[in-house]
């Protein structure tokens, strides 16, 4: 069974910065492309970044240059680093992997006070 458990979010002032994991279980994990996804109160959810199992990493426009994100295969953990937080990154962030279908985490909120 495949799991996805986000942590690390928090209340944070704009400029500030926050890191999120998600630790995975079930899966292969260092084969597949794991995702961060948020999802904005009353926004339909969007991609925010990818990392590929080589390491390959891509950003939504939106976050270029301020997040990043990374991944430790050995411990089956993939993270986001934010930094430069704006108002408007208020939401909540899933880890998502796609196998065959798409599993989700719960999620973790992200606050960002301006």
């Known amino acids: 069974q495949v799991r996805l458990a986000e942590s690390g979010g928090g209340l944070v002032q704009s400029g500030g910065s926050l890191r999120l994991s998600c630790t995975a279980s079930?899966?292969?994990?260092?084969?597949?492309?794991m995702n961060w996804y948020r999802q904005a109160p009353g926004q339909q959810r969007e991609l925010v970044a990818s990392?590929?199992?080589?390491?390959?990493?891509n950003y939504a426009d939106f976050v270029k240059g301020r997040f990043t994100i990374s991944r430790d295969n050995p411990r089956n953990r993939l993270f986001l680093q934010m930094n430069s937080l704006k108002s408007e990154d208020t939401a909540v962030y899933y880890c998502?992997?796609?196998?065959?279908?798409?599993?989700w985490g719960q999620g973790t909120r992200v606050t960002v006070s301006s």
């Open positions: 079930g899966i292969n994990f260092k084969i597949y492309t």
């Open positions: 998502n992997v796609r196998r065959i279908s798409d599993f």
């Open positions: 990392i590929t199992s080589n390491g390959s990493t």
